[in-house]
């Protein structure tokens, strides 16, 4: 197992993307669940050009360009507006979590498109995930039926935002590893989403950004993760070890509700660790029951 500088780059990726949450929801909450998402997608867009470049769309497959980028915009509206609607700062780190079924979501629909057979401990892993979030929304009772039911209640915009995106973003890496044929449109969908945004913003009851130097300093630092955590995550995929990127991504969840909670001023329960840590063992279990059939 090599561990070289690309590796170590990829690393950083993970730790950039573990900021998004808590940094977002800081943005979103002074400029509003839209206008916040439209300035944080722009800046993102503006990174990436500057790093990863412009792509050349006529060499992109069309179904890529297509569905891809589909795919990829409505996703991260509903990772955006999730966050930014959440009725507190602890929601949007409870939602956040409920996202963070899209790798064992992943990796269980990538085993249905190959055709491969399932076997029972990746069905337990996501039963792992599915009772982590479960305990997260449950709130101090833990995994209790009414807890979950009354917490979904109380915004299910936000948790139906944040399953949906879960589904899409799967959905979206099974499919693209298919149609894109080696191509990195990123920038371009980055693009397409702040331009969405915009649209949206244009077309609703405008709320006033309140841009403090606390909210620049946090807009600038929330792009910068998105965009350069992007271009370090492509660098370390490339070049470094997939298989230390892979295990370590999946520990993003717990990384991500530490900085959250951090950032915020939250005070997070035991029951809402419990169920991160279930989240990422889960995510863990899925993808060793996928490298064991391969190797």
């Not at 910068?224 to 298989?243: E, K, R």
Request: with cysteine.
């Amino acid at each position: 197992m090599t561990f070289n500088k690309a590796t170590a780059i990829g690393l950083v990726a993970i730790l950039l993307w573990s900021t998004i949450v808590g940094l977002m929801r800081s943005v979103t909450g002074a400029l509003g669940a839209v206008g916040g998402a439209a300035m944080i997608y722009t800046l993102s867009s503006l990174i990436l050009i500057l790093t990863v470049g412009f792509p050349k769309i006529s060499k992109f497959p069309r179904k890529y360009l297509i569905w891809g980028g589909l795919l990829f915009v409505v996703y991260e509206l509903c990772l955006s507006l999730s966050v930014g609607l959440a009725k507190s700062d602890s929601q949007a780190i409870e939602v956040s979590m409920v996202n963070y079924l899209w790798p064992s979501m992943t990796l269980l629909l990538a085993c249905i498109a190959d055709g491969k057979k399932l076997r029972p401990l990746m069905l337990g892993g996501m039963l792992v995930c599915l009772a982590g979030v479960g305990k997260v929304i449950g709130g101090a009772n833990g995994l209790s039926i009414p807890g979950m039911i009354d917490n979904l209640a109380s915004n299910p915009i936000s948790y139906g935002l944040a399953f949906s995106g879960a589904i899409i973003w799967s959905v979206y890496c099974v499919l693209t590893k298919k149609i894109a044929e080696g191509c990195n449109g990123i920038t371009l969908f980055f693009m397409l989403t702040a331009a969405v945004l915009w649209l949206k913003f244009s077309l609703s009851d405008n709320v006033h950004m309140d841009f403090t130097p606390t909210v620049i300093v946090n807009l600038l630092l929330v792009a910068g993760s998105m965009g350069l955590g992007y271009a370090a995550w492509n660098t370390g995929i490339l070049h470094g070890n997939v298989t230390v990127l892979a295990t370590a991504s999946y520990f993003i969840p717990v990384l991500s509700a530490l900085f959250a909670a951090l950032l915020l001023g939250e005070s997070l329960g035991y029951t809402f660790w419990i169920g991160a840590l279930m989240v990422s063992f889960g995510s863990v279990l899925c993808w060793w029951v996928t490298r064991k059939r391969e190797y």
